[in-house]
Nanobody
Framework: VQLQAFGGGSVQAGDSVRLSCTAS????????MGWFRRAPGQEREFVAA????????FYQDSAKGRFTVSRDNQKKTVDLQMNSLKPEDTAVYYC????????????????WGQGTVVAVSS
């Protein structure tokens, strides 16, 4: 199983970035997917999650109204559209996969991508 996240970069505050994660999982539609991030000097934290069928979505409070998570089970991808970015969104962003129930806890996820950097300047 392999997850690969991409789409990060350096942007200005207020800009938008779309992150994508591709999965080499045979039964991708069996997995709930999550996005996490680790800011410099901080613990990894939950950002967003989407259920296996895309019907249920969770967001960190700071992401609500600005970020949107989506998935395409045929393409085996999960995206994170991030709008109105702020300097505090600067972090390495990771996608992760979990079977069974959804979870906001990083330790509940079975597979992880390598991370992609988003740097937001003011």
């Amino acid at each position: 199983v392999q997850l690969q996240a991409f789409g990060g970069g350096s942007v200005q505050a207020g800009d938008s970035v779309r992150l994508s994660c591709t999965a080499s999982i045979r039964a991708f539609s069996n997995y709930n997917m999550g996005w996490f991030r680790r800011a410099p000097g901080q613990e990894r934290e939950f950002v967003a999650a989407i259920s296996w069928n895309g019907h249920t979505k969770f967001y960190q409070d700071s992401a609500k109204g600005r970020f949107t998570v989506s998935r395409d089970n045929q393409k085996k991808t999960v995206d994170l559209q991030m709008n109105s970015l702020k300097p505090e969104d600067t972090a390495v962003y990771y996608c992760a996969a979990r079977r069974f129930s959804m979870s906001k806890a990083d330790y509940d996820h079975h597979y992880w991508g390598q991370g992609t950097v988003v740097a937001v300047s003011s």
